[in-house]
């Protein structure tokens, strides 16, 4: 399974479950909580034969809970009789304000009340953070990427939450395993940008070597390898970037041409293509010492490993064939016969089955890997170029149709008839966008039990979940032209067994519920937490800022105006200041808006907001005179209600 997969018992088909229940759902529960036997404390509950114990911790060890830093939240979910961990369970959570006033005398009722509006998914009945969220990252034909929620829907269309600009246009891409950062390719720029997904934000670049395109990340994580098509020799190879540091570490010339990267499942070899070499370059990877260079064909386009067979892939175009590479010997195995065409290739989860393309015979060729034979020849998407899988599919896109090719791997294996269906993603077939990157612009969605399909022509990304006849949405990327996508998971993970954690910002300072939901045995309930005001020491002398605002939540859609002062030495105000600006945005991240401010009297400055939308609105004040004096204090979070919850 890749770090993508997740059970579906919280997927989308849960959701539409529950969601049908409606308030329905928390009458149902209502009395069977007051019959449950079950017993409560701060941070555990045991109801139905199922303790949960409730975590929201800093990451900082010994700090205390404070808006604005980075806390991990955690539910251990045990059966309460043998203490036995639930693996599997995909539990769901949300964070919102503390239920106040007539709400807490029905604790249980309002809980479940707020839970079926969270299932709604519409803009009014959002939480402020939601735990099993995910977002789309779309990668854009200019020098940016865009991030899309795929789960609110405005008027029948979704709006671009986000904008990421880069210094140069992107390639290719990949994400760390946590997903907390991503990797791009910029070939024109000689470097990596990366993406703090936390914040959608560039935290940086790194030099990558010349020409970078193909990006590929060890299974272990620990270093991001980078393909370098560069014409001189002397430069063409793979660039190795140590994730911790995000520092350059080392280069190795492998031969010329376009380089595609795959690993042994243990992270000790890299094996590397080189297209114009005619050459597979093996590599290990805590030496980077380049072990063996085998010839594998005139023109090899592609290299891919089976965890199963433990052997690497090598596809080649001009001559038709794959070879296969033992990873222990690191000797040729076997030679594949097939047709002149063949192109991209990757393995199913399981590494039972590779699926290699034949752009020319408009085919794909599917080999069993545990008898390294090719056991079916299938009539795809004209074109085929991109593959990806899910648990129970392999979905082929082809660059002269718009149709998306499923194959059922259950269906597959010698002897057997191969079930083949497949679905239009848009009208237009992606060869008439002109030039594409190598990212995929057909990938997994979180549940693994559906994709997303970038179609560049008519500048939408589809959904299409499985046993449907059609995609059931499309995300429309206003003001940019899509290229490719990737899923940002931001959902609950289960980190150890019946453990399930995430990390998130905390929001502005008060007392919040964190809802949990359980599906199978059904459980809803919420537990609370209390988020403390930033302070802190600053140096004598340093500039400060003091905000002048209560802790009262503001109404969404109301004018306000952010007043603060700065303040420096024994607190005497510092007056005249001409540069300062405002610089506010939605969380978890959306398009950022900076505006002048206004001294209203000595060392007083005030900034009208327009605080559009409900929820965690952080505020950070600049001023290039004061250099970077002011830091992370110069920073406060709002609290933001819908209009008719403030009435």
Request: contains cysteine.
């Amino acid at each position: 399974m890749n770090k993508k997969s997740r059970p579906v018992v919280f997927g989308m088909l849960a959701g539409l479950t529950l969601l049908g229940l409606g308030i329905g759902y928390e009458e149902m529960w209502c009395d069977q909580v007051e019959a449950a036997l079950a017993r409560q404390e701060d941070n555990r509950l045991v109801r139905d034969g199922i303790a949960v114990d409730f975590e929201l911790r800093p990451l900082v060890a010994g700090a205390a809970l404070i808006e604005g830093s980075y806390a991990r939240v955690s539910f251990k979910i045990t059966d309460q009789t043998s203490g036995q961990p639930l693996s599997g369970v995909s539990p769901g959570a949300w964070l919102d304000p503390a239920l106040e006033d007539e709400a807490v005398r029905d604790r249980d009722k309002s809980c479940k009340s707020r839970v079926a509006l969270f299932l709604r998914s519409s803009i009014g009945a959002r939480p402020l953070m939601d735990l099993n969220s995910y977002f789309l990252l779309v990668l854009n034909k200019d020098a940016s990427l865009s991030v899309i929620d795929p789960t609110v829907s405005v008027g029948g269309t979704t709006s671009t939450m986000a904008r990421i600009d880069l210094p140069r246009p992107p390639m290719d891409w990949v994400s760390s395993d946590d997903d907390k950062r991503v990797f791009v390719s910029m070939p024109e720029a000689g470097e990596v940008a990366v993406i703090d997904t936390d914040k959608f934000q560039l935290v940086g670049t790194i030099a990558a070597g010349k020409q970078p395109v193909r990006v590929a990340l060890q299974p272990d994580g620990r270093l991001l390898w980078v393909g370098n098509n560069d014409q001189d020799l002397a430069h063409s190879g793979v660039s190795l970037i140590d994730t911790n540091s995000l520092k350059p570490v080392g280069f190795i010339a492998t031969g010329p041409g376009h380089h595609e990267i795959a690993f042994s499942k243990d992270s000790q070899l890299a094996f590397v293509s080189n297209r114009d070499s005619g050459t597979l370059s093996v590599i290990d990877t805590a030496s980077r010492i380049l072990r063996k260079s085998l010839k594998t064909g005139s023109n090899p386009l592609s290299v891919a490993v089976s965890k199963l067979s433990q052997a690497a892939y090598v596809a080649d175009g001009k001559d038709g064939t794959i070879t296969v590479v033992d990873a222990s010997s690191l000797e040729v195995r076997s030679v594949i016969q097939a047709q002149q065409g063949l192109g991209p290739m990757r393995f199913s989860h399981d590494g039972r089955f590779g699926v290699a393309l034949n752009t020319l015979t408009n085919q794909a060729l599917v080999i069993d890997a545990a008898t390294d034979k090719v056991i079916h020849q299938l009539d795809v998407s004209a074109e085929p170029y991109q593959v990806t899988f899910t648990q129970a599919y392999a979905y082929i896109r082809g660059l002269a149709s718009p149709k998306v090719t499923m194959v059922n791997l259950s269906s597959l294996g010698e002897g057997r008839q191969p079930i083949v269906q497949g679905f239009d993603a848009g009208p237009a077939a992606p060869r008439q966008a002109g030039d594409l990157p190598l990212a995929q612009g057909l990938v997994p969605a979180r549940d693994d039990n559906a994709v997303f399909v970038v179609n560049p022509v008519d500048n939408t990304t589809y959904f299409y979940t499985e046993g449907m006849n059609a995609p059931m949405s499309g995300y429309l990327n206003r003001g940019h032209v899509a290229r490719a996508a990737l899923v940002v998971d931001r959902s609950l993970r289960e980190v150890s067994p019946g453990v399930y954690s995430s990390t998130l910002k905390l929001p502005a300072a008060g007392r919040f519920d964190v809802a949990f939901l359980l599906n199978q045995p059904q459980i809803i309930h919420c537990f609370s937490t209390q988020v403390e005001q930033r302070s802190g020491a600053i140096p004598a002398g340093a500039p400060r800022l003091e905000f002048l605002k209560d802790h009262a939540p503001l109404t969404a859609g109301q004018p306000y105006t952010l007043r603060f002062k700065v303040l420096q030495g024994q607190g005497e105000p510092r007056a005249g200041l001409k540069d300062l600006t405002v610089r506010y945005y939605l969380a978890p991240s959306s398009r950022a808006r900076e505006i002048p401010v206004r001294e209203v009297s000595e060392g007083l400055y005030e900034a009208p907001l327009e605080l559009a939308q409900s929820g965690a609105w952080y505020v950070h004040v600049r001023s290039p005179s004061l250099g970077n004096s002011l830091g992370d204090k110069a920073f406060a979070s709002l609290r933001v209600v819908p209009a008719q919850a403030a009435r």
